[in-house]
């Protein structure tokens, strides 16, 4: 079973609107890490949480980690067309490096 | 200077050949990382190195040969690939330790295809 569920898998929004991509671990977080990846290119890092209730912003772009519930959230507010692309939520075990573990993605695409 | 470059960008080799991936990196990171990823699939880990050192092997079968000559350099040395070894093939970088918090680097993938 998968470590990091991720909803939706895949959402179509109008350009402009707001809309938030949901990543929840089976496991304990020590670390949770944002990526985009446009396809087939390589990974861009967004941000990375650390602790309960820490909330970061990227452009228009924001993450929550509430580390109770195991589960973090990304928001984009007025999304544009250079939104689009593939969001990753990641995970690292007990050590500070080493294995970062994916969750299934989730495909974003962004009409004009 | 902080990228990871990967070459070369594109591969397509038969089963019998032998090619090796690169990738380098100039930001001072000791931890360097492969990854596989597969078509509507999120990266899978690979290997792991830490300090020039082999520390993750994620059960990798052995036509697949990771090499750390220093500290910027990474290479995976492929031999005897099967079709179903095509894929995404990335590398990333990162600091060890408590640097590791400002994220991973990934190189834009080298995109094989096995004939």
């Known amino acids: 079973s998968q470590e990091l569920e991720q909803s939706p898998q895949s959402l179509i929004v109008q350009e402009g609107k707001n809309l938030t991509i949901n990543c929840t671990s089976s496991?304990?977080?020590?670390?949770l890490y944002w990526y985009k990846q446009k396809y087939g290119e390589g990974l861009i890092f967004l941000m990375m949480?650390?602790?309960?209730?820490e909330e970061k912003s990227h452009e228009k772009i924001t993450a929550k980690l509430d580390e109770k519930k195991q589960q973090s959230s990304l928001h984009i507010t007025a999304s544009q067309p250079s939104h689009a692309g593939i969001y990753l939520c990641?995970?690292?075990?007990?050590?500070?490096?080493?294995?970062?573990?994916f969750g299934q993605g989730t495909i974003l695409t962004v009409h004009p | 200077d902080t990228e990871v470059t990967q070459t070369p960008k594109h591969l397509v080799m038969g089963m019998t050949n032998k090619k090796s991936l690169k990738c380098e990196q100039h930001?001072?990171?000791?931890?360097m990382y492969w990854y596989k990823q597969k078509a509507k699939k999120p990266p899978e880990l690979m290997f792991v190195?830490?300090?020039?050192?082999?520390?993750i092997n994620e059960s990798v079968p052995s036509r697949f040969s990771p090499e750390c000559p220093n500290s910027s350099l990474l290479n995976l040395h492929l031999h005897a690939l099967q079709p179903e070894d095509s894929a995404l093939y990335l590398c990333?970088?990162?600091?060890?330790?408590?640097?590791?918090?400002?994220?991973?680097?990934f190189g834009s993938g080298t995109r094989l295809t096995v004939v």
């Open positions: 990641g995970m690292t075990g007990g050590t500070s490096y080493g294995k970062l573990t």
């Open positions: 190195y830490s300090y020039e050192k082999l520390s």
């Open positions: 930001m001072g990171h000791r931890a």
């Open positions: 949480l650390q602790k309960g209730g």
């Open positions: 496991k304990t977080l020590y670390g």
């Open positions: 990333a970088s990162s600091q060890v330790g408590q640097g590791a918090r400002r994220g991973y680097t």
